[in-house]
């Protein structure tokens, strides 16, 4: 057992991540999502869309950290919203401040010269490698991070039970593992030929959610 | 995890890893705390209502003369505190910055505390140097502290219209704060609050540390709390 992984995986570690919904807030709001069942909609749509972007990513930065900058370019090609570039890169900056103190390491170091923070998925790869974790291992937290985020966001938005949005979680853990399975195998290639599926309607209410005076989460 | 707390034996086969370097530090600044090389952090916590903003407001219209200030607010609701201190023109726009905490300030002055220091990265790179750095929390409950990642100091803000018991009660915020204000005095007769009880109970709670009696009603320019910081730096 991989102890690093878990650390890395762990809802609590400090990375940035309570403050943003992955789109669920905008969604609830917009009454796309209510209960359990749009819930899990919800959470289907995301993990194969940007999900598999993400934790492919993921993968490709942590088998080539040297390359992060050029990986970072191509997931920017890949995120047409500003909105959720920007949070996107929030969150990878946050990622790095824990990792500076947690895993420091020369590709730590590079990475804390981008201010404006590396893309998430990239910065995670970049930070699973200083872990000691695998490619694989980083499409995995990726993947499900995709999923355990906006879950929890459900938690506190919708009032829903977190023993049934838990078993929710649970019961997507196949699909899950095949996402990080399908991102660890696209990782192998040249980072041009990452994964680019998109998620036209998470691109729109993010710009739409960024707009509103009075919100709870960042994205 | 903290660097110092990581030794361990190796063992032959696990994997390769990296460990903290004792000297690593991802908010490099505060290593130069009290050095006058950067701003006094300062957080501001308390109980919904007790009055954080109108302190806020107060100090920076006190002190935006000469001192260099800026603002961070941790709101529910995004930018309530931020526009408010907008509205009332006591600072500038570009010294004020809202983070937004996903429905829980306490998590993001406490136990994550990233979005802060990037608010406060960002105007520190955008302003040049500061004295003071005002970090408001949004109003929580009376188990909401800051962690010292984060701030130098805290200011923890109730006020008497919330019972004169609140001290009594204590919580981290009433005794371990470094100044605790109780806020609203002229309130005291309309609410029946005994302050000699308040003060009694506060000191009780809090040993040596100081608290402050304020009616930013009748002193808004928060004289007691201004000192204060101005003691510190
Ligand atoms: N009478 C009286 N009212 C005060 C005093 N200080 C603040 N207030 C009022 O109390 C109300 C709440 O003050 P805020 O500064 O918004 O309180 P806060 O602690 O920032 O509130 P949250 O951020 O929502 O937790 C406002 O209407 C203020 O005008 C005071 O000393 N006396
Ligand atoms: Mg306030």
């Known amino acids: 057992m991989k102890a690093q992984l878990l650390i890395l995986a762990d809802g609590r570690f400090p990375s940035g991540g309570h403050a943003h919904s992955g789109g669920l807030e905008a969604a609830v709001v917009r009454k796309r999502v209510s209960d359990l069942d749009s819930l899990r909609r919800f959470l289907i749509g995301r993990l194969y869309t940007s999900g598999l972007v993400g934790a492919a990513f993921a993968a490709a930065a942590c088998a080539d950290p040297g390359s992060m900058d050029g990986i970072d370019e191509e997931l920017d090609a890949r995120t047409p919203s500003p909105a959720l570039r920007l949070a996107s890169r929030r969150q990878g900056r946050s990622l790095w401040r824990a990792a500076a103190v947690v895993w420091p390491g020369p590709h730590v170091t590079k990475a804390g010269a981008v201010r404006k923070g590396l893309h998430q998925p990239v910065a995670l790869g970049v930070v699973a490698e200083a872990a000691g974790c695998t490619p694989g ?83 | 995890m903290h660097p110092d707390d990581h030794g361990h034996e190796h ?56 001192l260099r200030l800026a603002v961070v607010t941790n709101d529910i609701y995004t930018t309530e505190d931020a526009d408010f201190l907008l509205r009332n023109g006591v ?43 005002l970090v408001e929390s949004g109003g929580d409950n009376l188990t909401a502290t800051f962690s010292k990642g984060l701030i130098d100091k805290q200011i923890f803000v109730v006020d008497v219209a919330g019972g004169d018991k609140v001290p009594r009660k204590g919580g981290p915020g009433v005794t371990a704060a470094d100044l605790l204000v109780i806020n609203k005095t002229d309130l005291a007769p309309l609410v029946g609050a005994d302050l000699a009880v308040m003060d009694r109970d506060a000191t009780a709670r809090r040993g040596a540390l100081p608290t402050v009696f304020l009616s930013l009603v009748e002193d808004p320019s928060a004289k007691p709390v201004q000192e204060w910081i101005r003691g510190l730096m």
């Open chain 2, 91 to 133: 600072l500038p726009a570009e010294r004020i910055r809202a983070v937004e905490t996903g429905c829980c300030p306490h998590t993001a002055i406490r136990d994550d505390i990233s979005a802060n220091l990037d608010a406060i990265e960002e105007l520190e790179d955008s302003l040049g140097p500061l004295d003071v750095i």
């Open chain 2, 11 to 66: 063992g032959p086969d696990e994997t390769p890893h990296t460990h903290p370097h004792p000297d690593v530090d991802p908010h490099a600044p505060l290593a130069e705390s009290g050095t006058g090389q950067r701003a006094v952090r300062i957080g501001i916590g308390g109980p919904v209502g007790s009055g954080k903003t109108a302190l806020v407001a107060a100090l920076c219209r006190a002190m935006a003369d000469d």
């Open chain 1, 137 to 219: 291992e980083s499409a995995a937290i990726s993947a499900y991070h995709a999923v355990s985020g906006p879950a929890s966001a459900a938690v506190r938005l919708l009032g829903l039970d977190p023993y049934q949005v838990h078993g929710l979680i649970a019961a997507l853990g196949d699909d899950i593992d095949r996402v990080a399975q399908a991102a660890t195998e696209a990782a192998r290639g040249p980072a041009a030929d990452l994964p680019a599926a998109s998620s036209p309607l998470l691109d729109v209410s993010a710009e739409d959610h960024a707009a509103w005076e009075v919100r709870l989460f960042a994205s």
